[in-house]
């Protein structure tokens, strides 16, 4: 057994199944509708949510409860592990990480929280890199520190039908939200850590599609244009209703650049609230584990 746990949570798109096989763990994140809770990967799927969304349930997501934290971190370290690292969602997107590192104070040291300013395909990037050194017999603090200091090193872009939910949940800057009123229009919005933020604004899937490979291809070309491709890890993401268009999202990706083996994740349960059906999104990481 490693002495460190890695806990995510279901924001890196690592599913239950994963989780047994990577010996990680996985907080399941609250989705509200109306009124009544849900929580993926236990009594909350993609079919449900979406059956959900058509009939027009009123959506939302909070954090998981104090309590379901700290019982996790304390069985982990009852079961044998000497400290705990746990890796959430981007404290930009919501203050899971900071409410965490409130709880993380009363363990003496024991958890850790880092906050690696991720979501997604990006912080299940963080999250393995975390795994690694884990098994290298890195400490939970040590850990912290080497994750937290590639934060910056990703971008996340992702096409979307329509604000109304980022708007309601509050997820979009000012900015970005504006787009919602021009017709006919896809935003496509940017992460680099915080909120998302208007990137672009094009017509129809293709076109946006095509712009998120060229915003992609411009990354690797300026900010990542000295990171070998070795070090660089590039997947997509999506809220399509099908299997063969999620695939046929991963495979144009892919055709983009050969040079990368492109994965795929569905955007999370708790992500898919805020972007509804139909979105489309890839995300580039530096990863350690190398």
Known sequence: MNKTAVVTDTNSGITPDECRELGIYAMPMPVIADAETFYEGQDMDHQKLYRFMAEDKDLSTSQPSPGDVTALWDRLLQEGYENVLYIPMSSGLSGSCAASRGYAAEYDGKVQVADVRRISVTLRDSVLDARYFAEQGLSAAETCEKIESNAAASVVYLGVDTLKYFKKN???????????????????????????????????????????????RNELNTRFKDVPASELHLATASTLPTAKEEEEWRSTVQAAFPEFEVGYDPLSCSIACHTGIGAVGAGLSRIQRV
């Open 170 to 216: 509050g997820r979009a800057t000012a900015a970005a939200v504006a787009i919602a009123t021009v017709l006919n229009l896809k935003p496509i919005l940017i992460t680099e850590g915080g909120k998302f933020d208007s990137f672009a604004k094009v017509r129809g899937i293709k076109a946006c599609k095509d712009r998120i490979i060229q915003a992609l």
